[in-house]
């Protein structure tokens, strides 16, 4: 089902402030996903194709999923706030209070067994902790029975590439494909 007409009820009480039809950008994925991700807001490149994570932090994003043999179309990928902020700001603080219940709606439909922030605003709103990503990433913590693991956000890395191989052994976690540092018997055999 299409997402607007899924959350209807939050879409027609939603304050008109905080909505704008041509800056909106709904969630992807399977609604029966093991995982979800969580990101801040969507940019010029997610507007444009109406997903999430399309642009160069998404690409970014998709390459170390790659890189670690994840499906990316297995993850349900969200947004906090939902509507592209004006001049790509930081959201503001009104504005994810009045998204933040479709994002716990969510959460409960699609019922994942991980939930993974990305980077501090997703990660502060959920874990509800004043900690800077730096200290808390790749941490598996609790939240009303579900794991939530808040990690790097993709755009991060784009500016500091030591965060690169951070994220991605965060992510391995995460999806249980943890480097075991075993070599194969096929390597000694080259
Ligand atoms: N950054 C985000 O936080 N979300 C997107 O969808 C794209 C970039």
Not at 38 to 66: D, S, T
Not at 93 to 103: D, H, Q, S, V, Y
């Given at each position: ?27 992807v ?31 970014k ?68 902790k ?15 029975g ?45």
């Amino acid at each position: 089902m299409a997402f607007r007409e899924k959350y209807s009820d939050f879409f027609q009480n939603l304050n008109e402030e905080y909505f704008n039809e041509e800056r909106f950008v709904p969630a992807v994925g399977p609604e029966d996903a093991e995982v979800m991700m969580v990101g801040e807001a969507p940019g010029e490149n997610e507007v444009e194709q109406g997903e999430p994570f399309v642009g160069r932090a998404g690409k970014k994003l998709n390459k170390i999923l790659n890189d670690i043999d994840i499906d990316r179309s297995e993850i349900y990928i969200t947004n906090l706030v939902k509507i592209r902020p004006p001049e790509n700001r930081d959201p503001k603080k009104e504005g994810i209070k009045a998204w933040k219940p479709l994002l716990e709606r969510e959460i409960e439909e699609v019922d994942p067994d991980m939930v993974l922030t990305l980077g501090n605003f997703a990660s502060k709103e959920l874990l509800g902790k004043k900690k800077g990503i730096t200290s808390i990433h790749g941490r598996i913590f609790s939240r009303e029975g579900r794991k939530i693991m808040p990690i790097y956000h993709p755009a991060a890395t784009l500016y500091d590439q030591s965060k690169t191989p951070v994220l991605e052994k965060d992510l391995r976690k995460a999806f249980g494909k943890e480097e075991t540092g075993q070599t194969s018997l096929k390597d000694l055999q080259q």
